[in-house]
């Protein structure tokens, strides 16, 4: 279903509120990742704004489309988005990693409704997303399951597991969105351990890929909906993304994967983030 120009132009204005969220739950807490969950706003944007079927009102509904994050280090862009559909409110945001807190630095599914999982170590959440789908194909279920996951995290083994594991089954109820940001804790992917070609070694293991550009709303919900016409395969989205984005001056530093903004420095990146000084003009504005 194509979606009109008003339409993307809110989620692009979502987006950009859930970024200040972030920024805003990351001095609060005086730690916690940043380049990723900036960079996964629009993802994420677009997921709970459009492409789920959820009901925050009723999180564990069983109607409701799973959405699992391997990537548990960027979970400020789940909170933030989830704070934002009404999950919860926004000003819980700022009890980011805080004792006793619902939002604790990586997911905990039992603390706080509407987390499909609890994740902090890397590569286990497709594991994870492709039983989930396994077991709703068994039962006869329509709802679809989706798995967010990091680049730097394909360099686990168990991640392989899993791709094989789908793709044995042919998973079609199955879409794992991979954050290509080429960043991780240590430097850029490609020199840390090369992941390179992804697209290539899926398809190998029969899984359905495309590739976009993870900035582009309207270029991944089509992507989506592509997944969703794929009948017989799992189907992974490389999103193309700029960690930090948004924030030209730490955009693809890698030193900020897992760096907190102080609070001056989060005033500066907002008032970028309101300039748009990191902005590409899209083909709908």
């Known amino acids: 279903m194509s979606r009109t120009d008003a339409e993307l132009r809110a989620l692009e204005e979502k987006a950009e509120a859930i970024r200040e969220t972030i920024l805003d739950m990351l001095v609060a807490a005086g730690s916690g990742h940043t380049a990723g969950p900036l960079g996964m706003a629009d993802i994420f944007t677009a997921l709970y704004f ?5 009901d925050p009102k009723n999180p564990s509904w069983e109607g409701r489309d799973r959405l699992l994050l391997s990537n548990g280090h960027i979970v400020p862009v789940q909170y933030a988005t989830m704070a934002h559909a009404g999950y919860f409110p926004i000003e819980e945001c700022l009890t980011l990693r805080s004792f006793g807190s619902r939002l604790q630095g990586h997911p905990e599914r039992d603390r706080l409704p509407g987390l499909e999982t609890t994740s902090g170590p890397l590569g286990s959440g497709l594991s994870q997303a492709s039983g ?3 077991a709703l194909r068994m039962d006869g279920k329509k709802n679809r399951t989706y798995c967010a996951m990091s680049d730097g995290e394909q360099q686990e083994g168990n991640i392989w597991e899993a ?6 089954n042919r998973l079609s109820n199955l879409t794992a969105v991979m954050d290509r940001n080429n960043i991780q804790i240590d430097g850029m992917t490609e020199d840390v351990m090369p992941l390179e070609s992804l697209a290539a070694k899926y398809e190998a293991f029969n899984w359905h890929v495309l590739e976009i550009n993870g900035h582009n ?3 991944f919900i089509d992507a989506v909906d592509t997944a969703k016409a794929i009948y017989e395969k799992p189907t992974l989205i490389i ?3 700029i960690p930090g984005k948004g924030v030209p001056e730490i955009e693809f530093d890698y030193r900020w994967h897992g760096k907190p903004p102080s609070k001056e420095e989060a005033k500066r990146f907002i008032q970028q983030l309101r300039s748009g000084a990191g902005r590409v003009p899209n083909e709908y504005a």
């Not at 791709?163 to 044995?168: I, N, S």
Request: net charge negative; aromatic share 10%.
């Open 50 to 54: 459009d492409v789920l079927i959820h």
């Open 132 to 134: 989930m789908a396994y």
């Open 163 to 168: 791709v094989m594991f789908a793709g044995k």
């Open 217 to 219: 709303i309207s270029e």
């Open 239 to 241: 999103a193309h993304t």
